[in-house]
């Protein structure tokens, strides 16, 4: 051991024994909220999850997922999965992308780092790009953040900027596309006002146009590339604000999936292709949904689709969910003789509500050998279904899916008991358990035509965090002196059932061992 007195060994816990199996299953976007019918986990039928709440009371608590929690700017920043899965793996609480984006914006301090430096040099004579998610969603991206960085950009030499623009509606209420661009319009006439040509280039819905992750879709990324970098789209406008209202009445789209449009000059030519020279920054601070974009402008020998023409740009992207998200935003395995990783590939071409049911079963039936084999300490699992089918805003879809979640649950638990192992079962942040917007005191708020609207994104409800099974020792049961718990005081939860101490800065432990 060095001097200092750190050691990588972890204390023995003084009670609990090693060498039990522990499954930590993480159900997506499955929050606790008040029981009524816009609460999709309440209303479907979800026998498990109900006879961990209401059998073990001891045993099943209430842990805080969103805001400062997990290390967002404000407790007005619901979850998301990046950031409850990093406060999952880390048992600690670190700034996240959005609040260090903040300070280095507040200091000044991004426009001395090497990116900034890098791109200036393209100021001269060439475009700056921004392209990214234009909402106040705070999960991938904030539009003030990219007003300020408009601003310092121009202030900093920028004379021809473009902007390529993706429509939100998942993080933000359907339809708020055209209000942010009419802000985002706004600012670049002022700039426009004081000599920079600076302009919105293209645009589409996140859904359908570059934001795909965990290269699930490729032609979602061509179709941006397509847009942003050759000029070139199926939809032709002059003006932004025209395109994506135009869109949505037209085409029936909502935001997350507006078809890919580009803006054009007088004499019908792209306002803002990427050309050789010019500078492209991602304005997410979010990596998961900007990777492959970045491979397709940074590769050189790209093969996912025909890129026509590579620019030659500078290029700067700021910035797996158990997997990358859970260890700090690191891909790839830590050490591959303990560790496997197993995806199971997600349909592809349709919006989830198609199918609620998603991969629950298959994911569920791995784990499930996972756990039986006996190879594993631990067996982690992430359960999309309430998440991804709670962002398409179909109600009767998302109490499906809630359904199915609980059902792969049980085949887990099942394992779990079969083996004599432990549980853990809790959720990255609230999604299914809301499906309504509501004014301050909780009532529902209706659109101008009295229909209610529907809620696509996260929450900022807590989550539930169940543990049991017949390997946990009967004296195990939540402390009530941890003032408020929140996802961070999971790992070290999950330490202890693997018979050690967590570090000692480690966020504390859940539980307690009492002697009966
Ligand atoms: O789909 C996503 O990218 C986000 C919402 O913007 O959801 P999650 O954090 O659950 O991945
Ligand atoms: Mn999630
Ligand atoms: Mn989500």
Known sequence: ???????????????????????????????????????????????????????????????KAHGTAVGLPSDDDMGNSEVGHNALGAGRIFAQGAKLVDQALASGKIYDGEGFNYIKESFDKNTLHLIGLLSDGGVHSRLDQVQLLLKGAS??????????????GRDVLDGSSVGFVETLENDLSQLREKGIDARIASGGGRMYVTMDRYENDWDVVKRGWDAQVLGEAPYKFKNAVEAVKTLRAETKANDQYLPPFVIVDESDKSVGPVVDGDAVVTFNFRADRMVMLAKALEYADFDKFDRVRVPKIRETVKFGHVTFFWNGN??????????????????????????????????????????????????????????????????????????????AVKIILDAIEQVGGIYLVTADHGNAEDMVKRNKSGQPLLDKNGQIQILTSHTLQPVPVAIGGPGLHPGVKFRSDIQTPGLANVAATVMNFHGYEAPADYEPTLIEVVDN
């Open 1 to 63: 051991m060095a001097s200092s007195g750190f050691s990588w060994t972890l204390p023995d816990h003084p009670k609990l024994p090693k060498g039990k199996t522990v499954a930590v299953v993480v159900l997506d976007g499955w929050g606790e909220a008040n029981a009524d019918k816009y609460n999709c986990i309440h209303v479907a039928q979800t026998p498990v999850m109900d006879s961990l709440k209401n059998g073990a009371p001891e045993r099943w608590t209430l842990v």
């Open 155 to 168: 202030e900093r030499g920028a004379k021809r900027i473009r902007v390529h623009i993706l429509t939100d």
């Open 330 to 407: 690191r891909s790839g395995y830590f050490d591959e003789t303990k560790e496997e990783y197993i995806e199971i590939q997600s349909d592809v071409g349709i919006t989830f509500n198609v199918k609620p049911n998603m991969k629950a079963l298959e994911i569920a039936e791995k784990a499930r050998t996972a756990i039986l084999s006996g190879k594993f300490d631990q067996v982690r699992v992430n359960l999309p279904n309430g998440d991804m089918v709670g962002h398409t805003g179909d109600i009767e879809a998302t109490v499906v899916a809630c359904k199915a979640a609980d059902e």
